[in-house]
């Protein structure tokens, strides 16, 4: 157990709707970030929330959005769902950004878009 | 885009026998990051090694790392059934903005009783 907790596990939407992930960070840490994973696939980095501000993002189109609250919890947004936005969304939580520090990962959202 | 590339693909061994893992990565690094996942859940992480460091131990865990050719191995010994699982290795890139994490595509263990 990491301590870092999503909802929900699992999740069907249908294409063009939008979806909302959420996941809360592990006691102490200040930075989540988010990760897509793709069946078959190592998880590509989203973006990272570092005290509620983003602070990096991948090659992800702007539907992809995010949140962070002052308790350090966060969102995922996706809007305009499509098929291939199905896959394992991971958050990571860790103690600051950067700096050669650990990320810990919840157990994931699986995503099916229809 | 992935920077870390794994090998290999898929590895089936014996209980008791050592597995090793190896990794390729393109860019320089701060530090590169092992983990393993069990069927489609969360990564676990395993192990840290700095960019400045050679080699690191952590229970029947061992990780190398060379950046002169930009690869690392992570051997796991005496490997166990409870040891299968996906393992991915994970670069810390210099220079990095966001603590984006690039990850390989994973080595899938099999360890047979």
């Known amino acids: 157990e990491t301590g870092v907790t999503q909802s929900p596990t699992h999740l069907i939407k249908t294409r063009g709707q939008q979806v909302t992930l959420r996941c809360s960070s592990q006691?102490?840490?200040?930075?989540v970030s988010w990760y897509q994973q793709a069946l078959g696939q190592g998880p590509q980095f989203i973006f990272q929330?570092?005290?509620?501000?983003?602070?990096g993002r991948g090659n992800f189109p702007p539907r992809f959005s995010g949140l962070q609250f002052p308790n350090y919890s966060s969102e995922l947004n996706v809007n305009a769902l499509e098929l291939d936005d199905s896959a394992l969304y991971l958050c990571?939580?860790?103690?600051?950004?950067?700096?050669?520090?650990?990320?810990?990962f919840g157990q994931g959202t699986r995503l099916t878009v229809v | 885009s992935q920077q870390g590339e794994e090998d290999p693909q898929a590895l089936s061994i014996q209980e008791g026998e050592n597995a090793t893992m190896n990794c390729s990565y393109k860019?320089?690094?701060?530090?590169l990051q092992w983990y393993r996942q069990n069927s489609g859940r969360g990564l676990v992480h395993l192990i840290l090694i700095r960019s400045n460091e050679r080699e690191k131990h952590s229970g029947r865990l061992r990780v190398t790392l060379d950046t002169s050719k930009k690869s690392s191995s992570l051997l796991i010994t005496a490997s166990r059934a409870a040891d299968t699982a996906s393992y991915f290795c994970a670069t810390d890139a210099l220079y990095n903005q966001g603590g984006k994490l690039i990850f390989g595509q994973g080595t899938e263990l099999s360890v047979k009783p």
């Open positions: 990571a939580s860790s103690l600051r950004a950067g700096g050669n520090t650990e990320a810990f």
């Open positions: 929330y570092y005290r509620e501000e983003e602070n």
């Open positions: 006691s102490g840490h200040n930075t």
């Open positions: 860019t320089s690094i701060n530090n």
